[in-house]
């Protein structure tokens, strides 16, 4: 959830705004812990990600 939040407060600042989060309890249906696993593709092409939340919230409001 920190990511979640995180992410949320990126994208309000990004737009020069602050978001407004509101907690509410698990919903049926929500997903407690999710990642990504980019092992595959790391060992296939060799990607390596360099681009934190910080920098890339901005660059994918602006696009």
Known sequence: MNT???GT???GYACGRKALVE???MQPGDIRDNFA???AIQNDVGLAPTTSIDEGMPRF???
């Open 23 to 25: 907690l509410k309890p």
């Open 9 to 11: 407060a990126g994208s």
């Open 37 to 39: 696993d980019i092992t």
């Open 61 to 63: 409001v602006y696009w």
């Open 4 to 6: 979640l939040i995180t």
